[in-house]
């Protein structure tokens, strides 16, 4: 089993900053990828990022050049800078890990429960 925390989530200016933390619990295995999604009501979820146990990161075009997604040495925190933030970036921010590889994962199936980020113009 795995459990996945999110925090840090709030209301912020656009143009302005912010960084997500996820604590990875039990983790073991469920590492290989991980992965940041977001969703706004009446949506499905959009992955903004992933990355690997290697540290090779990808991102959407949507957020490219913007956020920058990380991990800590021992794996169990994934983290989300987010700059120049955008009204359009408004939507909850949930954490995921797969034990698979990043280049096999189409659908991640262990979640958090989520984060709020607010972006207003």
């Known amino acids: 089993q795995v459990h996945l925390v999110e925090s840090g989530g709030d209301s912020v200016q656009a143009g302005g900053s912010l960084k997500l933390s996820c604590a990875v619990i039990?983790?073991?295995?469920?590492?290989?990828?991980l992965g940041w999604l977001r969703q706004v009501p009446g949506k499905e979820r959009e992955e903004v990022a992933r990355?690997?146990?290697?540290?090779?990161?990808n991102y959407s075009d949507s957020v490219k050049g913007r956020f920058t997604i990380s991990q800590d040495n021992a794996k169990r925190y994934l983290f989300l800078q987010m700059n120049s933030l955008k009204p359009e970036d408004t939507a909850m921010y949930y954490c995921?890990?797969?034990?698979?590889?990043?280049?096999?994962?189409?659908?991640?199936?262990?979640w958090g429960q989520g984060t709020q980020v607010t972006v207003s113009s």
């Open positions: 990355i690997d146990d290697d540290g090779k990161m």
């Open positions: 039990r983790s073991t295995y469920w590492t290989k990828c």
């Open positions: 995921a890990a797969s034990k698979d590889d990043c280049f096999t994962v189409s659908h991640f199936p262990a």
